[in-house]
T-cell receptor
Framework: EPEVTQTPSHQVTQMGQEVILRCVPI?????FYWYRQILGQKVEFLVS????????KSEIFDDQFSVERPDGSNFTLKIRSTKLEDSAMYFC??????????FGPGTRLTVT | GIQVEQSPPDLILQEGANSTLRCNFS?????LQWFHQNPWGQLINLFY???GTKQNGRLSATTVATERYSLLYISSSQTTDSGVYFC??????????FGKGTRLSVIA
């Protein structure tokens, strides 16, 4: 069964550094999403991407965040200058339409 | 925006017991999903169920859209069922909004 994959599974970075989290959505899906989950809290929406542009973003998704689909398979989340409070699990998801979203296994980001 | 409330927040079960988890939402929805977050943090999609009833093995779910709630039933629980169960909904054209989850611990 096709699945969403994410790399790396765990990323440790120093405050102020840039990080890029990578995702490979399911191949025939058209909608792509990033969510984050701070430890012990609920999952929060960051951004959705359709037709090569951002379709919606939350208040969390400020200027330090950006997303890109650099080729036909990858979908990336970049955090320009990480802060301690960016430490969280980041999930990528994809869907064929606005129905079922399939989630990747997540990348645990630790900012020190 | 839409509010999603899950109950109970925590649940401890003896292996073999049955349980019902509840998800209430404050507005009409066109998508509702149940997820299991395992101890490694992975979110496993259990059901896509904006209305009606579905079953998958020992798990089943029912959504009564007109009354704005969904129930997840776990029968004959096993230790591997432990983790956090999330309900998440889409209302209109919004992204998925998650509840705070129910933390389930199944003890042998």
């Amino acid at each position: 069964e096709p699945e969403v994959t994410q790399t790396p599974s765990h990323q440790v970075t120093q405050m102020g550094q840039e990080v890029i989290l990578r995702c490979v959505p399911i191949s025939n899906h058209l909608y792509f999403y990033w969510y984050r989950q701070i430890l012990g809290q609920k999952v929060e929406f960051l951004v959705s991407f359709y037709n090569n542009e951002i379709s919606e973003k939350s208040e969390i998704f400020d200027d330090q965040f950006s997303v890109e689909r650099p080729d036909g398979s990858n979908f990336t989340l970049k955090i320009r200058s990480t802060k301690l409070e960016d430490s969280a699990m980041y999930f990528c998801a994809s869907s064929v339409d606005r129905g079922t979203e399939y989630f990747g296994p997540g990348t645990r980001l630790t900012v020190t | 925006g839409i509010q999603v409330e899950q109950s109970p927040p925590d649940l401890i079960l003896q292996e073999g017991a049955n349980s019902t988890l509840r998800c209430n939402f404050s507005d009409s929805v066109n998508n509702l999903q149940w997820f299991h977050q395992n101890p490694w943090g992975q979110l496993i999609n259990l059901f896509y169920i904006p209305s009606g009833t579905k079953q998958n093995g020992r798990l089943s779910a029912t959504t009564v859209a007109t009354e704005r709630y969904s129930l997840l039933y776990i029968s004959s629980s096993q230790t591997t069922d432990s983790g956090v169960y999330f309900c998440a909904v889409v209302s209109g054209n919004t992204p998925l909004v998650f509840g705070k989850g129910t933390r389930l611990s199944v003890i042998a």
